[in-house]
């Protein structure tokens, strides 16, 4: 590049290169090899997980949403503490590009107000949301 500050993304990887040095006063280019190394990035891991409505009647549904550390991309398991009373998907994936994804948790009917746990893993991490399921 001629530019004054040129850059480039890499992959993750190792790449030869030539960096070449000229200034604007006419004075000799120098020229070098070097050798560019890239590391892959961090895995995508969850940092939060939101809930639409922390409570909700049993038998209706709310939205909820993870938020992950990078856009690497990730699927992530997904847990209830009780799946008799909210229920999610087993997993969400979040594509490159992005850091975060919806899902829908359902509910259904309880005889008395239950707060359940949910949860979204990967990678060694894990978000955590509460939800409360009320009586109808």
């Keep these: 590049s001629t530019a004054a500050n040129p850059s480039h993304t890499y992959a993750a ?3 030869a ?3 070449t040095v000229t ?4 004075a000799p280019s120098t020229s070098a090899p070097i050798t560019i190394t890239a590391d892959a990035p961090p895995p995508a891991q969850p940092t939060l997980l939101t809930l639409a409505k922390s409570a909700v009647s049993g038998g209706s549904s709310t939205t909820a949403t993870v938020t992950v550390s990078s856009a690497a991309g990730v699927t992530l398991a997904l847990a209830s503490s009780n799946t008799a009373v909210a229920s999610v998907p087993a997993t969400v994936v979040i594509p490159i590009g992005a850091t975060r994804a919806t899902f829908t948790v359902r ?4 005889r008395r107000d239950t707060v359940v746990t949910l ?3 990967a990678n060694g991490a894990t978000a955590t949301a509460r939800l409360t399921v009320r009586a109808r």
Excluded: W
């Design 107 to 110: 509910t259904s009917n309880v």
């Design 17 to 19: 290169a030539r960096l």
């Design 119 to 121: 949860t979204a893993t």
């Design 13 to 15: 990887g190792s790449y």
């Design 23 to 26: 200034d604007n006063l006419s």
